[in-house]
């Protein structure tokens, strides 16, 4: 196989793999460390490399569910507060053997914009190597990360922008939903 086989094939395969299909079964921290390793490759203008992350597994995967759930009932008003959505953070968290919380620290040496661009270019890396390992991922972004900085231990100019959640599955691959390229790109050539 090529290295553009190989790579096509990696990146059209990756699909976003929901908690509820995962199975119970340990990833290990070398996997988890293979997975972490090419987020460092990611390009970085200026260098600033502002990807951060925090590895939450075993007993922190209950502790983050619970924090979620206490936000959520912190942040919703009484009459938006549902018992169901409320459950669901346990519910996803446990059934999860790995989240990576997806940090981003600003430097201020570039456009706030371009450090969020590095830190999505490095999780990429992170989705496709995850998929060549086959470990199920997804980027998972509910508005109460906004709030998780202490939970996360993070610095002052550090923001949480996702929850990277992992977990082994059985599903087998399909096509996505996407509309054609033709439809995205214009060309010019004069
Ligand atoms: C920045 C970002 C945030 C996302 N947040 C969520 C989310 O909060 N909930 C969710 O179900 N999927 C989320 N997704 C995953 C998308 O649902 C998924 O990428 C989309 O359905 C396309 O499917 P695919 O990844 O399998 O190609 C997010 C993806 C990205 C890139």
Redesign the pocket.
């Known amino acids: 196989m090529s290295n553009y086989d190989i790579v096509s094939k990696v990146i059209k395969e ?5 908690p509820a299909s995962y199975i119970n079964k340990e990833i290990p921290v070398e996997v988890i460390n293979q997975i972490l390793e090419t987020a460092n490759y990611a390009p970085t203008h200026k260098l600033t490399q502002p990807w951060r992350f925090t590895v939450i597994r075993k007993n922190g995967l209950a502790r983050l569910g619970e924090e979620l759930g206490k936000l959520y009932k912190q942040l919703v008003s009484p009459q938006q507060f549902l018992q169901k959505k409320y459950d669901s953070f346990a519910e996803k968290t446990s059934q999860a053997n790995c989240i990576i919380a997806i940090n981003m620290a600003v430097s201020g040496k570039i456009p706030e914009w371009e450090e969020l661009a590095a830190v ?1 270019c490095a ?1 990429q890396n992170m ?1 496709l190597t995850a998929e060549s390992l086959r470990v199920g991922a ?5 508005p109460l990360i906004d709030d998780l900085g202490e939970f996360l231990g993070l610095a002052e100019n550090e923001k949480c ?2 929850l990277f959640y992992m977990g082994y599955h059985n599903e087998k691959p399909w096509e ?3 509309t054609s390229m033709a439809e995205k790109v214009k060309w010019i050539e004069e």
């Open positions: 990756r699909r976003s793999i929901f999505s999780v989705a997804y980027w998972s972004s509910p922008i996702g996505p939903n996407r």
